[in-house]
């Protein structure tokens, strides 16, 4: 068994109270682990799209109660990837966090240099990078914010495991781990997750020391958590069809 078994807690269980149409769904089990292992207490979003792995941070904040603030940044117009966005798709992420989470979510429309302005030096303890997937874009990103990282801080990088395309995510994480405590996720489109510090929860060390003796046992946990995410959504996908079918012609 690995030692990081120890530090699978009940949040790495969970089911989204939200679904969303995303590329991240099978990572929501590791963001419910990670806000309640790593209790930040500012966290940050570059590239929020539809809100599923901004949802996923929330509820696990208010479900474990880490008093975190959580900011969503993006312009919410899409961009040559991810395509062009409807504007309704930001007026329903609103409409959910003003419900669920009024004091826990600000969503900020903005590019990511000037929404870093006003946000203290040393102050973020997770930022989640995930805009535009160049390499020039993702290096430009975190650089924008390097800055606003705390001491002993986490960074989050989607998209690791993508090489076709003009995708360059996965040549920036071989270069930002470089001598720094990492792990990688290599399902659901690959997440690279990065320490920044020397100090970090218990949890936390264990999942870096296991990404240098022994991933795969972690590898495979979340995994698999992260397709009874997509198991669910596609259950919940069907019996909304279902309905739909059986409704009556008006």
Known sequence: MSAFAQYLTSSAFLLPASIRESAWSEHVPFA?????????RTLVELGTFH???FLAFC???????TGTKAYAIDTWKGDPHAGTLPDHVYRDLHAIVSERYPTIATLIRSDFASAARPFADGSVDLLH???????????????????KLSENSIVLFHDTQVFDRDFGVYKFWQEIR???PSFEFEHG??????????????????????GETDPAFVRTVFARLGRGVIDAIDSFRLRRVRRAIAAPIP
């Open 32 to 40: 419910f682990w990670l806000v309640e292992v790593l209790r930040p």
């Open 51 to 53: 809100g599923m792995s």
């Open 59 to 65: 509820q696990s904040i208010k479900a474990n109660a």
């Open 129 to 147: 990078v995930d805009g535009f997937h160049t390499y020039e874009a993702v290096n430009s990103d975190f650089h924008a914010w390097q800055s």
């Open 178 to 180: 470089a001598g720094r």
């Open 189 to 210: 489109h690959g997440l690279g997750v990065v320490g920044f510090g020397t100090a970090f929860p218990p949890a936390i060390e264990a999942l870096f020391t296991a």
